[in-house]
């Protein structure tokens, strides 16, 4: 016979201060969460994976900061928002994800595909900058070629940047971006 | 939407000016900034660009259209943050004061679909020159545009109708499928992090729309837009067939098509999945 492994949660891992910090930051009602697991039989993520809601949240209200935070699974909400509506608490689940996303790239856990997006917001003022073959198109379209944005604009770039610099997202983002057990 | 999809960009172009819809640009915009990426990265900088984009609308003295459920949504939602809470109010104030910028929170953001839906279903169907008799339709609303339904303008009601009302005016048929309301899988970074998931729940939607015997999608942002033009490509490179092959076409674009535009003025023949056999059908 196989050994059982039992997953024991020890006081240690518990703290206490991190469902207050995401109730702060605006899941205001995640206490009343009842684990009903409307959530997780709503969730598009969880069909396929091994995602489930009910228990990111579970985790969350048990304090278990480390865990929440470094796995993978918190980036598989593709905030569609239908556990939010469903919730009957009406607990913002899709806000509660966010804010602990924010706090997992706080900490350096970012996938390093969302660190090129991020940077390229950095760089450029859009996430998703204009290339040449789309510049193309709209030449041949005849629509602007490059759009009256922040590509046909130095003052308002550099407007963009210095609110990027004011909110920190420029040291927040830079490197290479591994984050730890992301990889 | 500009530097994604130009194609879709000149059908709004286009369409709007002829539904007597004046478009003004919104100089030195930026991203909008992505909700489910950028947001999820800083929530405070996510807001202050947002507001940042808000407040050039404001400085127009107009509210912000949009082609987009994704820049919807941010500008829905960083507007409900800055109402209900008078600090982040100040903190996005001050530090669009710090470039120069002043924001009263004012403006209000609008879908383009909100704002051809106001017209009215009668005045529209009078433009419509072009009936797309027989044509079935697979409706995609997407998530941002209906949810949380509490921040946007709809009818409180559980399945919405004025996307498929909308289809309907241009002659083509709404055909009804299941999971209708379901996500296209690309939003909240899913599509940039783990592509396998995200274009598994795409194809869930393909597989209810053909099954339902659609000829095309129609949608409203560009992100599920995106998502249903570049999937079907990778899905039928992991099956080793031509199985997906279901047009994506934006709104404008069937709309224009009906109103007797040319498929050129709509960037027709620009999208991946070709749209030339649907095309043939009502030249």
């Known amino acids: 016979m196989g050994e059982i492994i039992r997953e024991t949660i020890s006081a240690g891992d518990m703290d206490p201060t991190f469902i207050e910090k995401i109730e702060k930051a ?3 009602r995640i206490r009343t969460c009842l684990s009903c697991g409307t959530c997780s039989s709503v969730c598009p993520s969880g069909r396929r994976t091994a995602f489930r809601t009910r228990e990111l949240i579970r985790k969350a209200l048990l304090g278990l900061r480390e865990d929440v935070l470094s796995s ?27 804010i602990m996303r924010n706090m997992a790239v706080k900490e350096g856990f970012m996938l390093p595909q969302h660190r090129k997006s991020a940077q390229k917001l950095l760089q450029t003022g859009h996430a998703v900058p204009l290339d040449d073959a789309n510049r193309d198109m709209r030449r041949e379209l005849g629509i602007p070629e490059i759009p009256p944005t922040v590509h046909s604009s130095e003052e308002a770039l550099a407007q963009v940047k210095e609110i990027m610099r004011l909110t920190g997202f420029d040291t927040l983002v830079e490197g290479e971006g591994t984050g730890a057990k992301q990889e | 939407m500009p530097n994604r999809y130009p194609n879709v960009e000149k059908s709004i172009r286009v369409v709007l000016p002829a539904l007597g819809i004046e478009l003004e640009e919104l100089e030195g915009a930026s991203c909008c900034p992505a909700p489910g990426v950028i947001r999820s990265f800083s929530e405070r900088t996510w807001l202050a660009l947002a507001s940042r984009n808000l407040a050039l609308a404001e400085r127009a003295g107009h509210d912000i259209i949009t082609g987009c459920n994704g820049c919807y949504g941010t500008f829905k939602e960083a507007l409900n943050i800055v109402h209900e809470k008078p600090d982040r109010l100040k903190d996005v ?3 669009l004061k710090s470039v120069g910028l002043k924001y009263e929170a004012g403006v209000d953001a609008k879908h383009l679909i909100e704002v051809i839906y106001s017209i009215g279903i009668d005045p529209l169907r009078k433009k419509i020159t072009r009936p797309l008799t027989g044509l079935k339709v697979g409706v995609h609303y997407g998530c941002h545009l209906l949810r949380p339904s509490k921040l946007r303008p709809w009818h409180q009601i559980q399945k919405q109708t004025f996307l498929d009302e909308l289809v309907e005016v241009t002659g083509a048929e709404s055909v009804k499928y299941k999971d209708k309301f379901l996500c296209c899988g690309a939003g909240g970074g899913v599509r940039g992090s783990n592509v396998p998931v995200s274009i598994d729940i795409a194809r869930e939607k393909l597989d209810n729309m053909m099954e339902a015997g659609a000829d095309c999608i129609v949608d409203v942002c560009s992100f599920c837009h995106l998502q249903f033009e570049v999937c079907q490509a990778e899905l039928n490179k992991e099956l080793g067939e031509n199985k997906y092959h279901l047009p994506v076409i934006y709104y404008t674009q069937l709309l224009g098509l009906s109103m007797g535009f040319e498929p050129q003025d709509l960037g027709l023949h620009k999208h991946v999945v070709s749209t030339q056999a649907l095309l043939d059908r009502f030249l």
């Open chain 1, 72 to 98: 993978p699974d918190l980036w598989l909400c593709a905030t569609c928002l239908t556990c939010l509506e469903r919730c009957p608490r009406q607990i913002k689940i899709t806000d509660a994800i966010i």
């Open chain 1, 26 to 28: 605006g899941a205001d």
């Open chain 2, 93 to 95: 104030q001050q530090i």
